[in-house]
């Protein structure tokens, strides 16, 4: 069998169908939407978009079949969310984080969990239904597995066993969609927690569900520079009690964390490379018009068109592997740690760079508001920052695999299964507490 990179006959169909939806639907919406003062009235304004994107299939694209979703691939995925992502990575975050909600049920949950969230969201014909995935906190979270109770997750779940109820206590912050449309709450929010208040990150972790309109949780919206057109709150647990059968991977919850950051990954990395195409795209068509007051267009110019072709380049580069990844957690179950995270870690760093190439090609008419490259290069600073950092988290889970004896070089080109243990975790992390 050749190695293939051709789109086959239904993913080039999925990718018109999400570059004419991206190009017609969500640009004037996300653009009008992307300049709201109010955080939360952009993300309110991105209703209608949602909707029309639900009807198109786009919410529940990667949920299995048998639950009612798409039952598209990883690699399909990818294909769409490229085309989303080129016109506002920001919305697309939104379906990105149902995902990170949804996907743990599939591996973790319990049949009720499953057969209780799946279909909803995949059958959501109101095309309003959200799904949090609540993890990040203010003490930070790149040492969530930290082997100390007092360091790592902080919001604790206490077991009421005579009220088969866990109670919880903390603050979440910086989780998307958790508060919903209207800050009453997502219609589910899957909250990673600390169970033993005695135990360390590999024991004492597990998730729970939290369902919208749970007593004693709050939500304030984060107003941040870029992917406006998400929402990104602080989420407030004084005492809310969940009932306990919403609990899930007990004890694992380290394990679901990573997994989870692994099949996120090469989305989060085609978002990037989608935005750097577009300032490519944007400044491939300036170089070959504008003149810079001589003769003819800046391409002619060689500093120019070699830039241009290492742009492209790396765009190229980015994109394959991002499939690669994809394609690995599609063959391989969700495991491929390492290759997900350096899809990430490579494109989320890279394209950054991409994008102010882009710029230093278009030259001083970049910075003018009037042209789509500002919001590109401000949209690209998320990419290394957000979905697991990628100087921490992503890079630890990558460091732990590839420490691991039964790594090789070769694990990825020859698609090798490489399951992902509580050994590969705690690199990186500073024990001692001072
Ligand atoms: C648009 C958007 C959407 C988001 N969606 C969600 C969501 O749905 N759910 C959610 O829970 N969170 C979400 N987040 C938050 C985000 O994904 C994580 O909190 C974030 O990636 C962790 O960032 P950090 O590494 O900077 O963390 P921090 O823990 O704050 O780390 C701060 C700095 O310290 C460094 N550092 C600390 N310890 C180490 C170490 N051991 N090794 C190396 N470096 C270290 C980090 O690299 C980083 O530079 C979102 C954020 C954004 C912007």
Known sequence: MPIDFDLTAEQRKTKDVAREFAREVLRPVADRADALPDPQDAFRAMRPVYEQAA????TSMFLPAEYGGGGASTVDFLVAIE???AVDPGFPTVLLVNGLALMPLLRYGTDAQRERWIPRAATDVRGDF?????????????????PSPQAGIQLVADHDRARGEYVLHGEKHWPCNAGGWDLEGADVNLCVVRTDRRAGGKEALSAILVERGTPGVSYTVIDKMAHRTCQNVTM????ARVPEENLLAP?????????????SAPIAAIAAVAVARAAYDFALKWARTYT????????QHQAVGHLLSEV????????YL??????????????GHALGAMSKTFCGDLMQGVVFDCMRIVGVNALDRKFPMARYYRESMVFPLYDAGNLAMQRRRAWGVMADPAFSPDTFVDGDPMVFTKSMEGYGVISEIG
């Open 322 to 335: 991002c499939w690669k990844a994809a394609h690995h957690l599609d063959a391989s179950g969700g495991e």
């Open 251 to 263: 004890g694992d919850g380290d394990l679901l964390v990573n997994r989870n950051f692994t099949w």
């Open 312 to 319: 492209a380049a790396k765009i190229e580069a980015g994109r």
């Open 292 to 299: 810079g007051g001589g003769a003819g267009p800046i391409i």
């Open 83 to 85: 085309e989303l992502c």
């Open 55 to 58: 009807a198109l299939g786009f």
């Open 130 to 146: 959200l799904a949090g995935w609540v993890v990040s906190e203010r003490g930070g979270t790149a040492n969530f597995d930290h």
């Open 236 to 239: 407030t647990f004084r005492g």
